[in-house]
């Protein structure tokens, strides 16, 4: 099956990440790194995390329910400072998701709200996006679709443009809560109603595999299956404290799913959790934050706990959010009251991660680089391509060694813009994928004309056309490939030009009577004629 996608970087940088010092003495145990709440805060809500793939910074992001997010920085995990405040920009921030440096922004749905998109690939200059329906939370796949829960399960297809949403599908039912993908899984926590699985290999045709409800469970808010699929583990957030806290389904029979356990909290309401491995990430509410052990599915055992909160009993309080995907190996807490919380847990590794994927275009090829992190032998790599006509394809015929760190794709079309994504197949056949990196292909540049006349004597022009404005070099070579003179060096404007070439070199001194040669370069392309010149 798929591991949940981990933050990609961009390959070209030097910078590393703070890894905090960890000095555990049992699977499970958190150990507290440090805890910042921005000034002005005043109801923090979620978190999500990024890398930014320039710098290597590592962030976290929390929502401050209805008026917006701060991004605060986490590369240093001993010292998170502010490095975003964007609050009071009309953007709400109940749940705030990021996917490729864009904020995805919701309020939990109230009928008469809207979503954002925040671009933030620049902190300091940072763009906002027109509004689009509703939402209780958001869920982002790492092929580039965003799922909105409320009113229904919707789709949306922000592969090419993040700022604008494209809704693809809505399933039409009533109420939603929230949503966990794994892989081409989706599992749908429908609120007051029912547990659902979805097959999203085809996204804009999902396929429902299975739902499940119980009546002792009060309201299906949201979960994660376990890393085998065999089990999801449940939070009903419903304040009620005869009720469990989480339910444990047995998923491994689709056609009859049953509850297998639970985990139960008297004191406290349940919030979210995650998994990873064999840990179960939770934000507990007035408990604050726990981790399971659940080595044993069906008989979890609390592994290590840190209260967030002086906060006690049932109730919307305390620990709202938990983020444990941080390339770093650390994990983040959000707490209602009193902002972010960094942690590091004994027992959590990143078996497989891509620290940095960046893609370049080079003589009307494409050209991959990465690089990753592995605590497991890889067998291999497989190399995906997308673009606007939906789904993508495998680019590469055979996989690629375990060493290999590039590839290029020659598959590809001038004017055209793909998404590109690389899967890691580990030695046990699981798999981690990137998250995806988008590129252009440049228009073909132009063309370039025959000079006239030619052959020349004293001078001649040279035409050439352009699709597309941006720099140029025009040079004149002899027959061994020696440059004489440039003729043009310098942006230019799209559409047609011309230079003219006085059969002297760059001295100023006329050559003699023979075969030359002219070249233009535009856009990472080279056209090239010949010329000949009688004296």
């Not at 444990?248 to 990873?276: F, M």
């Not at 497989?352 to 790599?381: K, M, N, S, T």
């Not at 025009?474 to 310098?490: F, P, S, Y």
């Amino acid at each position: 099956m798929f591991r949940k996608i981990f933050v990609v970087l961009a390959f070209a940088c030097t910078a590393t990440l703070a890894f905090a010092t960890k000095s555990h003495s049992r699977f499970g145990d958190v150990s507290h790194i440090s805890n910042i709440l921005p000034p002005g805060a005043q109801t923090i809500t979620d978190v999500w995390g990024y890398v930014d793939p320039n710098t290597l910074n590592e962030y976290a992001v929390i929502g401050d329910r209805y008026r917006g997010f701060y991004v605060i920085d986490v590369t240093d995990p001993t010292s998170p400072s502010v490095a975003l405040d964007f609050t009071g920009h009309g953007v709400p921030g109940f749940d705030v998701k990021v996917w490729n440096r864009f904020a995805f922004c919701c309020d939990g749905g109230i009928i008469s709200s809207t979503s954002r998109v925040v671009n933030i690939r620049q902190l300091s200059n940072p763009t906002l996006s027109a509004t689009f329906e509703a939402a209780h939370n958001f869920t982002i796949d790492e092929t580039g679709y965003l799922y909105a829960e409320r009113r229904g399960l919707r789709c949306y297809d922000i592969r090419y443009n993040a700022m604008d949403p494209k809704l693809l599908w809505n399933d039409g039912t009533g109420d939603g809560h929230d949503a966990t993908i794994v892989g081409n899984l989706l599992y749908d926590f429908r609120a007051a109603f029912f547990l659902r699985i979805w097959d999203i290999t085809s996204r804009d045709a999902p396929t429902l595999l299975s739902s499940m409800s119980d009546p002792s469970i009060v309201y299906y808010h949201s979960g994660a299956p376990t890393e085998d699929g065999n089990y999801i583990y449940m939070c009903d957030e419903s304040p009620t404290v005869a009720n469990p806290d989480i339910f444990i389904w047995d998923v491994s029979d689709y056609d009859n799913p049953r509850l297998a356990g639970s985990i139960s909290d008297s004191t406290s309401t349940v919030h979210n959790l995650y998994i990873v491995g064999d840990l179960a990430f939770v934000a507990y509410y007035a408990a604050g934050f726990k981790v399971f052990d659940i080595s044993d599915p069906e008989h979890p055992v609390l592994a290590g706990q840190y209260p967030t909160s002086v906060l006690t009993g049932e109730g919307f309080k305390g620990a709202f959010g938990v983020y444990p995907f941080a390339p770093s190996g650390n994990v983040y807490v959000s707490d209602m009251q009193n902002g972010l919380f960094v942690f590091s847990v004994a027992g959590l590794t990143t078996p497989v991660a891509f620290r940095a994927f960046d893609v370049h275009v080079r003589g009307g090829a494409v050209e991959l680089v990465w690089q990753i992190v592995a605590d497991e032998p890889i067998a291999g790599f497989n190399v995906y391509r997308g673009d606007s006509r939906g789904g993508d394809v495998r680019v590469n015929d055979v996989m690629l060694p375990a060493d290999a760190r590039s590839f290029t794709d020659d598959g590809v079309s001038p004017g055209q813009r793909y998404t590109y994504r690389i899967v890691a197949v580990a030695s046990d056949g699981e798999v981690t994928q990137s998250q995806h990196v988008d590129v252009r292909v440049p228009s073909i540049t132009g063309t370039l004309g025959q000079n006239r006349p030619n052959p020349m004597n004293t001078s001649t022009v040279i035409p050439f056309q352009l699709a597309e404005p941006g720099p140029i070099k025009l040079t004149i070579v002899d027959a061994r490939g020696r440059t004489l003179r440039t003729l043009a060096d310098g942006p230019h404007a799209a559409g047609p030009g011309e230079a003219v070439w006085d059969g002297k070199n760059a001295s100023g001194q006329v050559v003699p009577s023979g075969i030359y040669f002219y070249k233009l370069s535009a856009s990472g392309r080279t056209f090239t004629k010949r010329i000949a010149l009688v004296r």
